[in-house]
């Protein structure tokens, strides 16, 4: 099952705007990451945000997490045509031994040169 | 350090053939998980391993699909017979055994047809 869901699912802007993509998930966690998947490749991790954590920044990239509303938002600045790839938000999930990472749909990003 | 690699990169099979996906994971990490990723949608997971182990393969359809992960190291998932909907891509990622904070790190994917 899917923890959780991102918002749009696609997004088309002009190069030079910003993105900014959402997600949502539903039970407890103690982090929340990024992935970034590039088309016909493997995902790649972009940035982790812990649950006491409010904002984060690396680069180009800002975070924030709210677990009060389940919610987080990746906002890219000054957007490139090379960020055009698909985004996804994931959470951990421990169970006994286990530590799985489920991922949402994912955000498709076009970037306009 | 060298990432995950997978082989191979892409497979076309006819429905109720077989089909074997290998993975080799970063040298060190001692989990080692299969997703598959279905056109459009996030990866799902199938299995995770813990060195040679499974630790969770509660999504893996085991009517047709098996994975194995001898010795620790490379990881091999298989599917008999293939069925039209297995049509994915199917990521193998990794992740060494520190804490809840250590990203995945995976490979490129095995793109399956079934036709």
């Known amino acids: 099952s899917q923890q959780g869901e991102e918002d749009p699912q696609a997004l088309s802007i002009q190069e030079g705007e910003n993105a900014t993509m959402n997600c949502s998930y539903k039970?407890?966690?103690?982090?929340l990451q990024w992935y970034r998947q590039n088309s016909g490749r493997g995902l790649v991790h972009l940035i982790l945000?812990?649950?006491?954590?409010r904002e984060k920044h690396s680069g180009r990239l800002r975070v924030t997490l709210d677990t009060s509303k389940k919610s987080s938002s990746l906002l890219i600045t000054a957007s490139r045509a090379a960020d055009t790839a698909s985004y996804f938000c994931?959470?951990?999930?421990?169970?006994?031994?286990?530590?799985?990472?489920?991922f949402g749909s994912g955000t498709r990003l076009l970037v306009r040169p | 350090e060298a990432g995950v690699a997978q082989s191979p990169r892409y497979k076309i099979i006819e429905k109720r053939q077989s089909v074997a996906f290998w993975c080799n994971p970063i040298?060190?990490?001692?989990?080692l998980y299969w997703y598959q990723q279905i056109l459009g949608q996030g990866p799902k997971l199938l299995i995770q391993?813990?060195?040679?182990?499974?630790?969770?393969d509660s999504q893996l359809p085991k009517d047709r699909f098996s994975a194995e992960r001898l010795k620790g190291v490379d990881s091999t998932l298989k599917i008999q017979p293939a069925k039209l909907e297995d049509s994915a891509v199917y990521l193998c990622?990794?992740?060494?055994?520190?804490?809840?904070?250590?990203?995945?790190?995976f490979g490129n994917g095995t793109r399956l047809t079934v036709t």
């Open positions: 391993f813990q060195n040679n182990g499974v630790v969770d």
């Open positions: 990622a990794s992740r060494p055994l520190t804490g809840n904070n250590s990203p995945l790190h």
């Open positions: 994931a959470t951990p999930r421990s169970m006994d031994s286990s530590y799985k990472l489920i």
């Open positions: 945000i812990r649950s006491n954590e």
């Open positions: 039970t407890s966690i103690n982090n």
């Open positions: 040298s060190g990490h001692a989990t």
